[in-house]
């Protein structure tokens, strides 16, 4: 159980162009999504908290505007990459909680971006 | 806010013996303690995690040790594989929060 899926895997896209990720939480409600970024050989850098059906709560030094995070039901959020650059070339992960596991998160197989 | 330390950032043990993972957590609010295991390119996966109420908690060659006073908590695998070779990052989550804060990782290679 508690399995999070991640679409798509992986995408190269050209610089100025947007790039939609989605995060589904496959057998269980999801209360609480969250998107991360990795960079090689680095930690997860948290860049925003979503709750289904409000405004998702960004991390300081995370642009709303660039990384746009709509979570429309409970078992699914998306992020938007927008205008894409290639310093925004990134491994990106969505994690989601439930209620039964306040606590816990679980990590969806995360989505390379390669913005040439 | 929390902060989370993680050390080391590399380890290299010998197939069999055992490895320690050390971290260190800055909030005393602080109340869940989860162990993420990555391998490259995949999700982490949660190995273990320990609640502020629990001093220590064991999985077959897993555990994880608690001190709330010091703040820090630790990771320990006993009779290491090849296949424990990946990153391992500890967490914390404040209580009442919802974030959870993950240390820098260890990277731990487990020579055959």
């Known amino acids: 159980g508690a399995v999070v899926s991640q679409h798509p895997s992986w995408v190269i896209c050209k610089s100025g162009t947007s790039v939609k990720i989605e995060c589904r939480s496959l057998d269980f409600q999801a209360t609480t999504m969250f998107w991360y970024r990795q960079f090689p050989k680095q930690s997860l850098m948290l860049m925003a908290t979503?709750?289904?059906?409000?405004?998702?709560?960004?991390e300081q030094g995370v642009e709303k505007d660039k990384f746009l995070i709509n979570h429309a039901s409970l078992t699914l959020s998306t992020l938007t990459v927008t205008s894409a650059h290639p310093e925004d070339s990134s491994f990106y992960i969505c994690?989601?909680?439930?209620?039964?596991?306040?606590?816990?998160?679980?990590f969806g197989p995360g989505t390379r971006l390669t913005v040439l | 806010g929390e902060n989370v330390e993680q050390h080391p950032s590399t380890l290299s043990v010998q197939e069999g013996d055992s490895a320690v993972i050390k971290c260190t957590y800055s909030?005393?609010?602080?109340?869940?303690f989860p162990w993420y295991k990555q391998e490259l390119g995949k999700r982490p996966q949660l190995i273990i995690d320990i609640r502020s109420n629990v001093g220590e908690k064991k999985d077959q060659r897993i555990a994880v040790t608690l001190n709330k006073t010091a703040k820090h908590f630790s990771l320990h695998i006993t009779e290491t594989q090849p296949e424990d070779s990946a990153v391992y990052f500890c967490a914390a989550t404040p209580g009442g929060g919802f974030k959870t804060i993950f240390g820098a990782g260890t990277r731990l290679f487990v020579k055959a």
């Open positions: 909030d005393s609010a602080s109340n869940y």
């Open positions: 979503s709750n289904e059906g409000s405004k998702a709560t960004y």
């Open positions: 994690s989601a909680r439930f209620s039964g596991k306040a606590d816990t998160q679980y």
